[in-house]
């Protein structure tokens, strides 16, 4: 749009048709936060894993599994780092949301690998005195690429059984 000397860069119906992107966006943005309860991502409460209808199945297998007294979902697929904590959720959470609408995810659902990375991270955090002599680390703490995963033999450790919607 060309700029006006009376209205500064926009012309009136310019201001007119930004603030209406701006408050569709704002509504939309509000209603979608609220619908998906959106601040309960905020929280540890593992409750908040199944507001998306998938996870129930991993959901009622932890509540039945060896780590259920120990550790909730952030403590394993969450890293332990402020920081990093907070970044590793905001991106998780922008991937599933993205997968659960467009409905584009593998079934049954599948960690992604910086997950995974994590996740392993997370089994040496509580069990590293209990595996140094069969995972090596790198310095600094974090998972080596080529090292043998815990869940290569606890696959079914924290969920149970893979399953998915049509299992």
Known sequence: MAASPKNGTFGAKGQILLAALVGLLAGVGGFTFLYAEGLSYMSSDPKACVNCHIMQPQYDAWQKGSH???????????????????????????????AFTFQDFH???????????????????????????????????????DEVRCVHCHRSVGHGETTGLGR
């Not at 550790?71 to 949301?97: E, I, N, Q, Y």
């Not at 599948?110 to 509580?126: A, D």
């Open 68 to 98: 259920h007294a120990v550790a909730t979902c952030v403590d394993c697929h969450l890293p332990h780092s402020f920081f990093r904590k907070w970044f590793a959720k905001g991106l998780s959470g922008f991937h599933d949301s993205k």
């Open 107 to 145: 079934e049954p659902i599948m960690i992604q690998p910086t997950m995974s990375r994590i996740l392993q991270e997370s089994c040496l955090h509580c069990h590293a005195a209990l595996v140094h002599d069969l995972v090596a680390m790198r310095t600094g703490g974090h998972a080596d690429e």
